[in-house]
């Protein structure tokens, strides 16, 4: 009786031991080390010299990317986020693909300054084609108003992303406005 005492006993501990062990591993790994989360990323304010020149989208293994081009300096400012889209100056509603809708703010005009516009692609509701991406549904351009740029974008589901600003080389003249949709969580 006491050597099956000392047999459950050591049996109870270690399980114990090996418990934590085993939940521990149990968690899944983040895909693809991506660790970005869901939330509104937002820095900067409205300036008044930075203009909006393309908008083109790419592909990688982990993630797909949305990219903004921008003359006249670094992009001043953005607020993304997972929220329904409306235009710019007129307010109306964007539908867009997909389960999730991400709008893009970006605090930089789509003209020079002197009516000319800069940005201004031939059909709005398919500004970039993202046929066969893994994430993105769709781009659809909500114009321009008073140094405030609007895309909107059709993601598969509500994903995690991030965003940066990438400066274009000496003197600072050209940045880019880079938002990244992992495939998954």
Same mark, same amino acid.
């Given at each position: 009786m006491r050597r099956l005492l000392r047999v459950l006993?050591?049996?109870?501990?270690?399980?114990a031991l090996v418990g934590p062990a085993t939940s521990a591993s149990a968690h899944a790994r983040p895909y693809c080390g991506i660790y970005w989360g869901s939330l509104a990323k937002h820095?900067?304010?409205?300036?008044?010299?930075?203009?909006?020149?393309?908008?083109?989208?790419?592909?990688?293994?982990?993630?797909?990317?949305?990219?903004?081009?921008?003359?006249?300096?670094?992009v001043s400012g953005y607020d993304v986020r997972y929220a329904?889209?409306?235009?710019?100056? $007129? @307010?109306?509603f964007i539908p867009l693909? &997909?389960?999730?809708?991400?709008?893009?703010?970006?605090?930089?005009?789509? #003209?020079? !300054?002197m009516g000319h516009a800069t940005y201004d692609p031939a059909n709005a509701t398919e500004a970039v084609n993202v046929t066969g991406f893994r994430t993105f549904k769709?781009?659809?351009?909500?114009?321009s108003f $008073? @140094?405030?740029?609007?895309?909107?974008? &059709?993601?598969?589901?509500?994903?995690?992303?991030?965003?940066?600003?990438? #400066?274009? !080389?000496?003197g600072h003249t050209t940045s880019r406005l880079v938002i990244d949709v992992a495939h998954r969580w």
């Open positions: 006993l050591a049996l109870v501990f270690a399980l820095a900067g304010s409205v300036s008044g010299s930075e203009y909006l020149t393309n908008i083109r989208a790419g592909q990688h293994p982990c993630y797909d990317r949305l990219v903004l081009d921008v003359r006249g300096g670094r329904s889209v409306f235009t710019e100056g $007129e @307010g109306a693909r &997909g389960a999730a809708d991400l709008r893009i703010t970006a605090f930089v005009h789509a #003209d020079d !300054g769709q781009v659809a351009w909500g114009n $008073e @140094g405030q740029s609007t895309v909107g974008l &059709g993601v598969r589901a509500r994903l995690p992303f991030r965003v940066f600003v990438l #400066d274009g !080389g000496p």
